[in-house]
């Protein structure tokens, strides 16, 4: 594990920059495209606040017992929140670099989160099989969400809406009333683990990955599959650029691109070779990428990292 964050031109594949600070692996991170600034977690029980035009690290968080397994950033506020092992969510102050609040009440790992810093609202999903809604003025639990038989893995929400749909070891979606607090559909379709979510802005369409090797398309208003891409691998996470049309699927062995409304794979990257240490071309890591972000279809600022160190790739079109 080398432990670094790297900035990349997509279009070239070459290494822009890389970032150095962490002492483990890097678990999670955040970007808030137009400030230009992202927080990473890691195995080390650091935070870390990144300035990306000059590639420069100018906060460093310690989080004692509790690396950040997942994490929500919203830099207008300076708050970030994170979820870890301990089944706790703690809210941070990143501009002066402390815990400001620990919300409690999950009794297994959290594994995912969503903020809506404006509403005060924040979601999280855990391996108690439940997904907790936290009013954040009030540092507590305003509604647990009950469904699910096995572990929650992702949650996506369009908060204007109040729809947030939530996928889970037992193969299924869910989809929420924020609102009401109830449940509104199941879809069913994936045989294996539902690892990433996605709900477009609006909450009429869905997409959703899965370790059994696809990516589904949904119209949540139907309730309905309507498109089922064969990735060839486990979906381990993914992310969508909507407006785009694409999405970046996440695997031990590559990282591929799609058009997700052809349903053609775009570009592959490489992933895990087996030998740990190897370089790629152009001084990339052979390393599994565990999580990606794609920011918009005008700028296309990609963003993706791995357990050990984290790939950024910025293409410019």
């Known amino acids: 594990m080398d432990c670094t964050m790297k900035l990349w031109d997509l279009e070239r ?4 920059q890389t970032l150095r600070g962490h002492a483990d692996g890097v678990l999670t991170l955040a970007v808030d495209w137009a400030a230009r600034y992202a927080v990473s977690g890691s195995h080390d029980c650091t935070l870390r606040m990144w300035d990306l035009d000059h590639g420069i690290c100018v906060q460093e968080i310690s989080a004692v017992d509790h690396p950040a397994f997942c994490l929500a950033f919203d830099y207008q506020a300076k708050l970030a929140l994170t979820g870890s092992w301990d089944c706790n969510l703690k809210l941070w ?47 507590t639990c305003s509604s647990t969400l009950q469904g699910h038989s096995d572990k929650v893995y992702a ?36 045989t294996d683990t539902v690892s990433a979510v996605s709900l477009q802005r609006g909450a009429q369409r869905s997409l959703s ?23 060839g691998l486990p979906v381990t996470y993914f992310s969508v650029d909507w407006a785009g049309g694409r999405v970046a699927t996440c695997s031990t062995q590559a990282t591929k691109f799609w058009d997700f409304n052809a349903g053609t794979c775009d570009c592959i990257l490489p992933g895990h070779s087996g030998q740990v240490g190897k370089e790629a071309r152009n001084g990339a890591h052979v390393e599994a990428v565990t999580a990606i972000v794609i920011n918009s279809a005008d700028e296309h600022d990609i963003v993706a990292w791995q357990e050990g160190h984290l790939d950024c790739e910025q293409c410019s079109r």
């Open 13 to 16: 594949e070459t290494c822009m």
């Open 93 to 139: 102050d990143i501009e002066r670099g402390e815990c400001v609040s620990t919300l409690e009440g999950h009794t297994g790992p959290v594994k995912v989160i969503r903020l809506h810093w404006p509403s005060r609202l924040a979601l999280s999903g855990s391996y108690d099989s439940t997904v907790r809604i936290w009013d954040l003025a009030q540092g």
């Open 155 to 190: 949650i996506d929400a369009d908060f204007p809406t109040m729809r947030a749909v939530s996928g889970s070891g037992d193969c299924m979606l869910r989809l929420w009333d924020l609102r009401t607090r109830t449940c509104l559909a199941t879809l069913t379709g994936h």
């Open 209 to 231: 990955g899965s370790l059994d090797l696809t990516v589904r398309l949904w119209d949540l208003d139907q309730k309905l599959c309507l498109h089922v891409l064969n990735t």
